[in-house]
C-alpha cells in the first residue's frame, strides 16, 4: 500500500509568483484536504477534494485554489504569493468508509522571498 | 464552530517518567478527537483517535488518551516515556462524519532528556 507522496519537497518563489504543489493520495482513498503548518504553529484547513469537488474550504483567500483528478491526485495552486504564504504544506487523503481519520504526506516547504 | 486549545506549548522530561499532554476542546456538538506526532521534517502522524464508544483509547506504543465530555478534554498520557518520543503533538477536533474541517491545536513540543 502506498502512503501519501508530496511534490517536491522544497521549493522557493518570489513573492507575486504563482505555484504549484502536488498530492497524490493514499491507494483506496477520495478524499484530499490540504493543510498550511506556519512555522511554530498547527496545520490550518485550506479546503478538501471529494471525487473531484471542493467539499468545504477554510478561511483562505480566492488565490488559493485546487484540482482533483480522476485518480484522487490533487494540486494546490497559489497565486500572487505573499511573504506570509512561506510555510509547510502538508496535504491528506481519507476514505468516507475508513473511520474519517487523515493520512498526511511530507509536505511541501515554500519559502516567499 | 469547533476549536481546540494546547494548554502547554513545551514539555520537557526525563527519559522513563511519565508525561501528559494537555488539549481541550469547544464545540456545541459532539465532536471526533485525534492525537497526531509530527518528527521534525516529517508530515502528521495519527496516534489515536476518539469517535465514540470507550472513552480511553490507546495507541499501539504506549500512548493513551482520554474522553472527558465534561470537562471537554482529550489529554494524553503515557507511563514511561523514551527519548525517541521526543516530537511535536498536536490534538484535532473535527464534526462527526464529516472531516473537512480538522481543526488543530497549535502544538505541544515533547522534549525527553536522558
Known amino acids: 500500500e502506498t502512503g501519501v507522496t508530496q511534490s517536491p519537497t522544497h521549493l522557493i518563489k518570489t513573492r507575486g509568483q504563482q505555484v504549484t504543489l502536488r498530492c497524490s493520495s493514499q491507494?483506496?482513498?477520495?478524499?484530499v484536504s490540504w493543510y498550511q503548518q506556519a512555522l511554530g504553529q498547527g496545520p490550518q484547513f485550506i479546503f478538501q477534494y471529494y471525487r473531484e469537488e471542493e467539499n468545504g474550504r477554510g478561511n483562505f483567500p480566492p488565490r488559493f485554489s485546487g484540482l482533483q483528478f480522476p485518480n484522487y491526485s490533487s494540486e494546490l495552486n497559489v497565486n500572487a504569493l505573499e511573504l506570509d504564504d512561506s510555510a509547510l504544506y502538508l496535504c491528506a487523503s481519507s476514505s468516507r468508509t475508513g473511520g474519517y481519520e487523515q493520512y498526511f504526506g511530507p509536505g511541501t516547504r515554500l519559502t516567499v522571498t | 464552530a469547533q476549536s481546540v486549545t494546547q494548554l502547554d506549548s513545551q514539555v520537557p522530561v526525563f527519559e522513563e517518567a511519565p508525561v501528559e499532554l494537555r488539549c481541550n476542546y469547544s464545540s456545541s456538538v459532539s465532536v471526533y478527537l485525534f492525537w497526531y506526532v509530527q518528527y521534525p521534517n516529517q508530515g502528521l502522524q495519527l496516534l489515536l483517535k476518539?469517535?465514540?464508544?470507550?472513552?480511553l483509547v490507546k495507541s499501539i506504543n504506549g500512548f493513551e488518551a482520554e474522553f472527558n465530555k465534561s470537562q471537554t478534554s482529550f489529554h494524553l498520557r503515557k507511563p514511561s516515556v523514551h527519548i525517541s518520543d521526543t516530537a511535536e503533538y498536536f490534538c484535532a477536533v473535527t464534526l462527526p462524519y464529516n472531516n473537512n474541517d480538522m481543526r488543530f491545536g497549535a502544538g505541544t513540543r515533547l522534549t525527553v532528556k536522558p
Open positions: 491507494s483506496g482513498h477520495n478524499t
Open positions: 476518539y469517535l465514540s464508544g470507550s472513552t
